[in-house]
């Protein structure tokens, strides 16, 4: 089987099952079992489903082809034990990965962007993991190289065009985040609004009123798509065909000009959804370097493992809190004011972005904690980002009251903005603060708040 996807300008080949050498299976026999009246077999002698071997078969495999041709029972329930079942799910590990690639490439001839591909593992177990246990040297090891490469590719296609869209996906984030199962924030309303509106010029309705048809059915969906990476107008079309075929549904006796009112009210809807979500990006031009709590963002999974894929960190883990210090699009900054127990975070430079890498981020961390006479803490900071994975530390320490979270310094004793710029000062100017020097002033004449 050959697949042609048109990446790149270059005929794309997905490797299928068909394609991969037989390796070990060649020649080999398969015994399979099964209980007396089962159907299905067990080619495992171990799997814990096989309750006895009442029936054997064997199976003898072909000693030339592809694994497209090896030979098992109808209903197989587990491979081989040892060496045939690892070369099986390395073919299937592979597969999964390169259909996974060539899907991703696909979306971004759309304009989407597949934020799951840019996981080279960073949560553990992954597609690679299983392949690699078998590909030392044996048949497989080409096949896996020529994923890989093109993997990278497709890789860093979608870290180029972040670069020009993750100030939009955050923002549409963050209107999302306005969504609250009490009172919704102000943000997420005012598109809410856009809805109602657009919709009253048509005079469409919904039984339970647009506003509440909106909020239950489109909205959320729309920005969660667009935060994820889809490319808006993409997003749009798929909400906009879905909510034509809802109305024909449900109002089978309104003619054309009904469905291509409501198809009018949408699209106009969500182009104003768009600009508003383009004018928040804008308001919010460049980066800023912050620190902030890990996972008190109120960023869904797939934005937060931008941390481990494409944005580099120094992160301080212990086991009262997870805070990072990064240089983020400045539009992130909209995450750090909510107020649920002290700020999310602080943003703490904006001016002089060129000197923060994560070797940066981390010098500062570290100089934190001993500008605040936390030394132990400084051991547990980490560089971390795409392909760096220095390994965590087991954490016993325990840390201040001081260093539970970050505010304003009005009215909490929490870690201000001013209290940070003493160690933010030395690690621009690569400097590495000592532990037991006398402590540092805490305030500066003239900073800013
Ligand atoms: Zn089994």
Known sequence: MLTVLEGGGQPDDRLAVCDLPLGPWSGAEVQAWASKTGTVWHCDPNCSSLRNRA???????????????IRLPDRTHCYPAGELGDYRRAVDAIVAFDEATCAATAALKRQDLTLAVLDDGAHGASAEDSAEDVLGGDPLAGYWERCKARRARVVSEIRRKLDDRLPVMLAAAWVENGRTPRQHQERYVSFLKVAEDECDQRDIDATSGIRSFTNDKVLPY???????GTWPPNETKKRVDREVERAKQWNRKEGEDFHRSIREAWLATAAAWTRRLEGVAIGHPGEVFALFHRYRLGLGWDLRD????????????TREFNWIAAKVPA?????????????????????????FDASTAAL?????????????????????????REPER?????????????GSGVSDARLTREQCLPALSAAIDGTALAAGAAPRSRRRPGSRQ
């Open 55 to 69: 029936r054997t078969e064997a199976y003898l495999q072909p000693a030339t082809g592809t694994m497209a041709d």
């Open 222 to 228: 729309w920005l969660a798509g667009v935060a994820r």
């Open 306 to 317: 931008l941390f481990d894929t494409v944005i580099p960190h120094a992160s301080l883990d």
């Open 331 to 355: 539009v992130f900054s909209l995450f750090l004011t909510e107020r649920e127990r002290g700020l999310t975070g602080l943003v703490l430079d904006n001016e002089r972005m060129h000197r």
């Open 364 to 388: 500062f961390l570290r100089n934190l904690m001993i500008d605040l006479g936390q030394p132990d803490l400084a051991r547990h900071v980490r560089e971390r980002g795409p392909g760096v």
């Open 394 to 406: 087991e954490t016993t320490e325990r840390s201040s009251s001081s260093l539970h979270g970050f």
